[in-house]
């Protein structure tokens, strides 16, 4: 893990709190060195301040997707804003907590998105991210970012065996996140999956033949 605050005190408490139960490799205080660090380190989460100096975190969401697209994004923020909240989770955030939290809400959080799921404090949207403004208007703000791309391969017509190989995990995880996923897209056959894909642009793209 990776922690990016500009209140030094606050990393370095967050730090101590999380040390047994994950491995923070570095603390940083602001977005570039973030973006530094995370390509250097290769973290499984990136625990971020939405505000800093500089590059802020949500400027920093969008490089660290498509730098390291298996690192979990979660945000923490002083500020109860919804609209930031539906910012960072149109980013692929996993995670947006308010800093009132308590340490239990945070792990609880961090274990959370490594499962593969996503987390919202219940004092923003009532905890559930299709509340955030825009969610309704765009249904792949409601899946977290292991759904989406299970949903993606799964489109494109690979089996759950050869996602599980792709993205290293077991094929029952493939198949809980699959099936989730449809669910909370109101999904349930395969072509019905498929025509979503082509509509949102989501399928994955095929290396040219010859």
Not at 118 to 133: H, Q, V
Request: aromatic content about 4%; charged content about 20%.
């Amino acid at each position: 893990m990776v922690l990016a605050d500009d209140h030094k005190l606050l990393a370095e408490t967050l730090a101590v709190l999380l040390a047994p139960e994950f491995t923070v490799l570095r603390c940083v205080s602001d977005g570039a060195e973030l973006v530094a660090a995370a390509c250097e380190l290769h973290p499984d989460i990136a625990l971020i301040d939405v505000n800093m100096p500089g590059l802020s975190g949500l400027e920093a969401g969008p490089t660290l997707r498509r730098l390291l697209p298996d690192c979990r994004l979660v945000y923490l923020t002083a500020a109860q804003d919804p609209t930031a909240a539906a910012e960072a989770f149109a980013l692929g955030a996993s995670g947006f907590l308010l800093k009132n939290c308590t340490g239990a809400e945070l792990i609880k959080t961090l274990h959370t998105v490594l499962g593969g799921g996503t987390y919202l404090s219940e004092a923003i949207a009532g905890g559930d991210p299709a509340n955030l403004p825009g969610a309704r208007a765009d249904p792949m703000r409601r899946l977290s970012p292991r759904e989406r791309e299970v949903l993606r391969l799964a489109a494109g017509g690979s089996a759950m065996k050869e996602i599980a190989r792709q993205l290293g995990i077991a094929p029952r995880t493939v198949a809980f996140h699959k099936y989730r996923g449809m669910a909370t897209l109101g999904l349930r056959r395969q072509s019905e999956l498929v025509r979503f894909a082509l509509e949102h642009g989501m399928m994955p793209e095929r290396p040219d033949a010859g």
